[in-house]
């Protein structure tokens, strides 16, 4: 073969390998036996130069530092609200325990306590508990979907509603929807307080004394394990004069024992381990003796009770956000890890592809001189 022609071979069978210029196309067919969603990602052609590759590399190193960090942050926020959940249990317990020991003394009685009136359901109102950021997956989408679940059901029952919106995605979620009557909207803080809890407490109190509403229905997201949580509904107002806390079926969901996770390091891996703690409340003793009138120490107690019922449902939608949103962030690091590896390899072909056509030119200009 002549030289003009090795030249004119080598020109054919390169095109778009100008080594002036730094675009060409490169398809990356990797394959992961993981998933098939994987597999569907990463065979897509990436179609950029080698300075767009670096930068795109350099980029998502950049995100996979930054969900990193908020995995880490969001682990490190649910150890401390379980913490909190299990810190307010004894004084739930105690509040039951006496709430209890008073209504066996009044079995014989006829008390008119207006928490515990149970009157006709003409209107409902449902407290929808959400979070106030996103990047946690469907944790915001779940609830709002119950919700609206639950509003079609009691549209189809004929039973009129209103809602008391807490959290800033249900604030705007139901502000973009002027159809759905709202009472009130309400902003979550960063860790549930008394103070927050009181004030849906007073809201939700003043609703149903003067008889605005006949019932006050609790949705949150509870929290099961850190990969889990279950939207649920409870029955918050009439109060069961036991203090127990019910579903909308009428079944106590009012636990006694949680489930704490705590986060270890095992083999350089992130991993869960699971403590079931029973919180101890002293026994209460039968042959105490009240010196109040039972009957005002049910109004005093039973809207204690209320709050405290309402700062742990507040607690509990945070524990699940913030499980959520390390799951998220952890989901989301791992994409950014196989993400990179996908452009490395893009890059390291196109690199191998660009040096490979300069050494041909090099090769066919030296065999054109000779």
């Known amino acids: ?18 080594p002036l210029s730094s675009r060409a196309s490169i398809s990356s067919p990797l ?45 490190a926020k649910v150890r401390r609200a379980q913490e909190a959940v299990v810190s307010g249990r004894p004084f739930s317990e ?25 009157r006709p359901v003409k209107k409902i109102a449902l407290v929808v508990i959400t979070g ?27 039973v009129d509603y209103t809602i008391i919106s807490v959290g800033r995605k249900g604030n705007s979620y139901f502000a973009r929807r002027p159809y759905i009557p709202v009472d009130r909207f309400l902003e979550g803080g960063t860790l549930p307080t008394t103070k927050e809890a009181q004030a849906i407490a007073d809201d939700v109190f003043s609703l149903f004394v003067s008889e605005e509403v006949d019932k006050v229905e609790l949705m ?71 010196e109040q009138d039972p009957v005002q120490i049910l109004d005093a107690l039973l ?32 994409n950014a890890n196989e993400l990179k590896k996908t452009l490395s390899m893009a890059y390291n072909r196109e690199r191998q592809a660009k040096i490979t056509g300069e050494i041909l030119e090099i090769v066919a200009g030296a065999n054109a001189l000779t």
Request: hydrophobic share 35%; net charge neutral.
């Open 1 to 18: 073969m002549s030289s003009s022609n090795l030249t004119m071979w080598v020109s054919s069978t390169k095109p778009d390998l100008d």
């Open 31 to 75: 394959r992961n036996p993981s998933s098939s969603a994987h597999h569907h990602r990463s065979s897509l052609a990436v179609r950029c130069g080698l300075r767009e590759l670096r930068e795109r590399i350099s980029s998502v190193k950049n995100t996979q530092k930054i969900t990193e960090a908020m995995k880490l942050v969001a682990a």
């Open 94 to 118: 105690t509040l039951v325990e006496v709430l209890y020991s008073i209504n066996e003394q009044l079995t014989t009685e006829d008390v008119d306590v207006p928490l515990t009136a149970v």
């Open 132 to 158: 106030d950021r996103g990047l946690c997956g469907g944790f915001n989408n779940q609830i709002l979907k119950k919700a609206e679940a639950r509003m079609a059901d009691l549209k189809s029952l004929g």
């Open 220 to 290: 949150y997201t509870k929290f099961v394990s850190l990969v889990k949580s279950d939207p649920v509904i409870h029955t918050l107002l009439p109060l069961s004069p036991k203090g127990e806390i019910c579903d909308i079926n009428g079944n106590c969901v009012d636990a006694a024992e949680d489930e704490l996770f705590r986060l270890t390091t095992k083999e350089g891996k992130l991993t869960v381990e699971r403590e079931t703690v029973r919180t101890p409340t002293p026994s209460f003793s039968p042959i105490l003796q009240f």
């Open 303 to 334: 809207p204690l009770y209320l709050n405290s019922q309402i700062l742990r449902a507040l607690q509990e939608s945070l524990a699940s956000e913030l499980a959520a949103r390390m799951s998220a962030m952890s989901n989301a690091t791992d």
